[in-house]
């Protein structure tokens, strides 16, 4: 399929003055004749190293020469194979550090755009035919649902992108699953954390209907280890538990002035805006006070969220101080391009080592040293290394910290038998099993803050993980073929008329 078209397709986009004003999707998506005109560049390799650059092995050539020959049925069907949200991914996942890095054309002049192409495919899907009420006939997907329900339950906690694609790959399997959330809305960073201009909020809600539709139940408003123990889901029936929580417990700095007014962690701050809608106030309950002056500490997409997000609520100028440089920088590329569109400010090599308060403890300024770089430390990346007497001062109203979050002790504290390693993370094997049995974990609560698709990969090995020990149980004559403890308990609740589940 080489073509004489060479230049890879740009994604439109609104224009940077327009989109700083408003919350709405900044990439605009390919069209149609884009997406083929894209795809008809692809070389369709037959050695497919894209393919080994992504962590869950979407068939990438197969899906984009569906695209060059319009049956974009086909290709949506290819997609939906090995990733269950690929709308999300499609928009998040860092491809350039993935498969467009193995793209042969990568090293010979432009990869092909292998993540537009999959946002292109999801929309595509998504537009044909929202909510998922009969999109996918068992008939048309290449893994038809199981005509009947395996009476078998699997409890899932947390519903971001690890434990959603638990859930969809069990319930593919057969598998009766329920997903406990903490939070009143489903998702976990895809809704709580990344931006609606990044990823909009009806997007996540259409993959996760889509998640619906194949049975999949979540339970909202669902704090597990306070509301209910593991011990307490294996007790109503469940026969094996995925946690899958995620590291949202925000870091600070521990500098003086942290907890002066106009300080937040970006964790509060992008969920008042995300989650609370902030950006709205006062037609919802939750607001938000944004300086004029703003600083955010970090560089990765954490911290680029909450520049962007500062600017769109009025703020005039925002710094991001970052201790390492622009290359060092674990942002996805086209966000910082984004940003820098947009006005962010950049301040490389700035490490920040007091907030200043007014006599009110408002903010009022940083203090900040320079650094320069010395040799790789363990992440791979230069060291900074502080340049004695280099300090100065930066005038702010806001400060948001976005550097780094870490694992919440409140689950693994009410599971002493669930092994944790020494910054809390739940330890697991190559499949994703844990000290307890029946117990699987994956995601950001396994290895720390990493990425959707990392999240993703993780939780489709458990998937096939529990489906085995559930099987071994079954032969073994520990699980009852019929109807499960949870199950039947769900029914007489139903019956006795109450709302929540067992
Ligand atoms: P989460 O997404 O954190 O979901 C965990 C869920 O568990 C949450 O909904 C939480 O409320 C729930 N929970 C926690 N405790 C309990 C409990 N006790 N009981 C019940 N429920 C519980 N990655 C990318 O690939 N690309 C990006 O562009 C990108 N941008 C990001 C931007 C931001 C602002 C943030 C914060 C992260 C970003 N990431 C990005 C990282 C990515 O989102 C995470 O790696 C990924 O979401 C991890 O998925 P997870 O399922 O492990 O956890
Ligand atoms: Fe196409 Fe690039 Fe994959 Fe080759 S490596 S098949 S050009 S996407």
């Not at 590291?247 to 007014?261: H, R, S, T, V, Y």
């Amino acid at each position: 399929m080489s073509s004489r078209i060479t230049h890879r397709q740009e994604i439109p986009k609104q224009p940077p003055q327009e989109r700083i004003h408003n919350f709405k999707e900044v990439a605009l998506g390919y069209d149609e004749e884009r997406a083929v005109a894209e795809a008809k560049r692809c070389l369709q390799c037959p050695n497919k190293p894209c393919v080994r650059g992504c962590p869950v092995g979407i068939d990438i050539p197969a899906f984009i020469k569906e695209i060059a020959e319009r049956d974009f049925a086909a290709a949506a069907e290819i997609l939906r194979e090995k990733n269950s949200l690929p709308a999300v991914c499609g928009r998040v996942c860092p491809q350039e550090e993935q498969c467009e890095k193995s793209c042969t054309l990568a090293h010979k002049s432009q990869p092909i755009a292998i993540g537009c192409l999959e946002r292109f495919v999801a929309d595509w899907e998504l537009n044909k035919s929202p909510s998922h009420q009969v999109t996918r006939s068992p008939v048309k997907t290449r893994n038809p649902l199981p005509a009947t329900r395996s009476p078998l339950s699997v409890a899932v906690i947390g519903s971001g992108p690890a434990g959603l694609t638990v859930a969809g790959e069990l319930a593919k399997l057969g598998y009766s699953v329920v997903i406990f959330e903490a939070l009143h809305l489903p998702g976990g960073v895809l809704t709580y954390g990344i931006p609606e201009f990044r990823l909009p909020k009806e997007i996540v809600k259409e993959e996760i209907r889509y998640l619906q539709s194949l049975s999949v139940e979540i339970k909202t408003d669902y704090v597990i280890g306070k509301i209910e123990t593991i011990d307490g889901l294996f007790k109503r029936g469940f026969k094996a538990v995925y946690v899958a929580i995620g590291a949202g417990l925000p870091k600070f700095m521990g500098i003086d002035g942290e907890n002066l007014i106009g300080v937040y962690s970006a964790n509060e701050f992008l969920t008042r805006v995300n989650l609370m809608k902030a950006y709205l106030f006062p037609r919802v309950a939750t607001p938000i006070k944004i300086g004029r002056r703003v600083g955010v500490i970090g560089g990765g997409n954490v911290a680029l969220d909450s520049a962007r997000t500062a600017i769109r609520l009025g703020a005039e100028e925002v710094y991001i101080l970052y201790r390492r440089s622009a290359e060092e920088m674990p942002a996805r590329a086209e966000e910082f391009e984004n940003a820098r569109e947009e006005g962010i400010k950049f301040r490389f090599l700035t490490q920040p080592i007091r907030i200043i308060g007014d006599r009110k403890r408002n903010v009022r300024a940083i203090e900040c040293i320079r650094m320069k770089l010395g040799e790789p430390d363990t992440s791979g990346r230069r060291r900074p290394i502080p340049i004695v007497g280099s300090n100065f001062v930066i005038e702010l109203n806001t400060v948001i910290v976005a550097i780094g979050t870490g694992a919440n002790s409140l689950l693994p504290g009410s599971a002493p038998d669930l092994e944790v390693n020494e910054k809390g993370y739940i330890k697991v094997d190559a499949e994703g099993r844990t000290s307890k049995k029946g117990v699987f974990a994956g995601g950001d609560i396994v290895g720390g803050s990493a990425t959707v698709i990392a999240a993703m990969g993780m939780a489709k090995r458990a998937a096939l993980a529990i489906d085995r020990y559930i099987r071994s149980l079954r032969s073994a004559g520990a699980v009852r073929s019929e109807t499960s403890g949870a199950v039947r308990s769900e029914t007489s609740d139903k019956e006795s008329g109450k709302k929540n589940f067992i």
